[in-house]
Structure formats: structure tokens, C-alpha cells
């Protein structure tokens, strides 16, 4: 088993990378974005624009209707009874009552979100929450709420570099690489990939590797076992928006001809005779059909 930060990296990369494509399919699921019904090729492009309507926001309304439903309460030190006033300051400068919330929010949409806790500078503590889509920890099957090494990815457009932290028990490394593709809107599709460099030295710490894992019921997202009925209920509201929008632009065309202009010889405004309306009735000359 890898020990060290740098066995650890290359092997908490690829768990990241391969990770990914699921976590950012239910991430759809909560942002108005979930996959559109299939289609052919020709039509897609076309087409896309009018699906989008037909998406219900379904996996969101999942998640928020328990995530607002899990508020902190306080917080205690040890066996004490009442809130500690270090603590209360801890959660203010943190903003944790933003920070808690979302990685809830994130656990309950991906499965996992994670809480680090560590020291900034001048030696006060810095809590946050971190993403699936930045950050794995590998975990001991007998505990899952023991991380046993974490690896947290980010981008800084300033520096031109990307960023990772590795934890191992005891100590945290700082790694950096270039960036490749600035331009991208997923930067960590390829955590694996790479020349990542050691920034520094190892920084050393006492106790467990400081990220908890949070992790919903069963590590499936609240709505995962459900995406095939969202799916259903999306393509049932598109095959209706279809079936309103064909009846309602349907063109429709005369055969047998019917004449150009009246007995004494004015032109017929037949667009303005047969403007269709709902209820409209039409008399049509003998021998004349619609289709």
C-alpha cells in the first residue's frame, strides 16, 4: 500500500478522474441540466433549444427539500453542555453557516462531499468544504470516516498553475503544475495528468488526517436510484410540448384549386378567408379538400 504523498498522488488523481463522469451526470440532475432524450444527429442542433424546455428540475427539489431540513443546532466541546464562545467564533469567520449547508447539499447530489480542517498562516482555524469534483479521500473499509490520504485539486489563474494538496498520515504536501488548457471549463478532468512538482517541503501534523468524509445513505446520491423516472417524466413532457407544437403549426394545403378571383374579377385575399383560429369554420367550395 502507497505511503508516502508522492505514491499517494498519482494513485488519488486517477480515483478522482475516474470518478468524475458520474458525479458530474447527477450534478446535472440539480443545475437544469440533465440529459436531453435521444435523438439523431441531423436533428440535434435544432432541436436542443426546444428540449430544454421540457426538463423538470426534479433531482434539485430532491435534495433541497432534506437539505433544508438539516439545520446545526450548536456547537460543544467535549462533554460540555453549552456552546463554546471559540467555537462560535470559528464558525462566524469560516462562514460555516454557508460552508455546512453546501457540503451537504453536495452530498446529498454526488453521494460524498468532504470537511477539511486546518491552520492558516497565523495559526487560526480554517474550516471549508470541498467538492467531489476537487477533492478524494481514500478511506479505511473498516471506518469510512477515516481518511487514511486525501488529495484536493484547484486552479489559480493569477499564479497560471494548478494546484494540489496531498495528505498522508502526518504530514500535507503542496504540489503545482502549469496550466495546459486555460481556456477549459473543467480543468480536473485529468488530475492524473500532468508534471506535477513538490512545492516546498512536507508540512508536519498531529492527529488523523484532518478531511471527513460526508457521505449520504448507502453512497448513492438522494435521487440516483430515481434518474430513469426523471428521465421519463422529462421525455413525457417533451412528447407532449411535440404533440402541441405539430397541431399548432401544422401546415396545412387545398388540392383541386379553387379559383384565382371572384365572378367580376377581383382577386380573393384567400389567406385572410382561411386564417386559421381555434374554432375557425371554413366553407369550402364542392370538390375541395384539405391536407
Known amino acids: 500500500m502507497a505511503r508516502t504523498a508522492d505514491e499517494w498522488l498519482p494513485i488519488l488523481a486517477k480515483r478522482l478522474d475516474d470518478r468524475r463522469p458520474r458525479v458530474d451526470q447527477l450534478r446535472s440532475y ?3 441540466d440533465a440529459p436531453l432524450p435521444e435523438m439523431g444527429k441531423n436533428v440535434r442542433a435544432s432541436w436542443e433549444k426546444f428540449q430544454r424546455k421540457a426538463r423538470a428540475n426534479l433531482g434539485e427539489l430532491c435534495v433541497e427539500s432534506r437539505a433544508n431540513r ?3 443546532s450548536g456547537t460543544q466541546v467535549g462533554d460540555a453542555d453549552q456552546d463554546d464562545d471559540r467555537v462560535r467564533a470559528i464558525w ?3 462562514r460555516l453557516n454557508v460552508t455546512i ?3 451537504i447539499r453536495d ?3 454526488a453521494s460524498t462531499s468532504y470537511v477539511v480542517v486546518g491552520r492558516d498562516d497565523s495559526g487560526r482555524a480554517v474550516v471549508t468544504g470541498e467538492s467531489p469534483e476537487f477533492m478524494y479521500a481514500a478511506t479505511d473499509p473498516l471506518q469510512p470516516w477515516v481518511s487514511r490520504a486525501a488529495l484536493k485539486v484547484w486552479r489559480d489563474m493569477d499564479d497560471a498553475l494548478d494546484y494540489a494538496y496531498v495528505w498522508v498520515p502526518g504530514v500535507r504536501q503542496k504540489y503545482a503544475r502549469p496550466v495546459t488548457n486555460p481556456d477549459s471549463q473543467r480543468p480536473f478532468d485529468r488530475a492524473q495528468d500532468g508534471n ?3 512545492v516546498g517541503v512536507e508540512e508536519a501534523f498531529t492527529g488523523p488526517i484532518p478531511v471527513f468524509v460526508l457521505e449520504n445513505h448507502n453512497g448513492t446520491g438522494e435521487f440516483e436510484g430515481d434518474t430513469d423516472l426523471i428521465d421519463r417524466i422529462n421525455l413525457g413532457i417533451l412528447q407532449r410540448l411535440v404533440m402541441v407544437a405539430m397541431q399548432a403549426f401544422r401546415q396545412r394545403a387545398l388540392k383541386n384549386g379553387l379559383p384565382p378571383a371572384a365572378e367580376e ?3 380573393i385575399d384567400y ?3 382561411f386564417e386559421p383560429a381555434p374554432g375557425a369554420l371554413w366553407d369550402l367550395p364542392e370538390g375541395v379538400e384539405i391536407w
Do not use: E, K, Q
Request: proline share 12%.
Open 30 to 32: 440539480v443545475n437544469g
Open 70 to 72: 438539516m439545520v446545526p
Open 92 to 94: 462566524r469567520r469560516n
Open 101 to 103: 449547508p453546501d457540503a
Open 107 to 109: 452530498a446529498l447530489t
Open 196 to 198: 506535477w512538482s513538490a
Open 265 to 267: 374579377g377581383n382577386p
Open 271 to 273: 389567406a385572410a378567408i
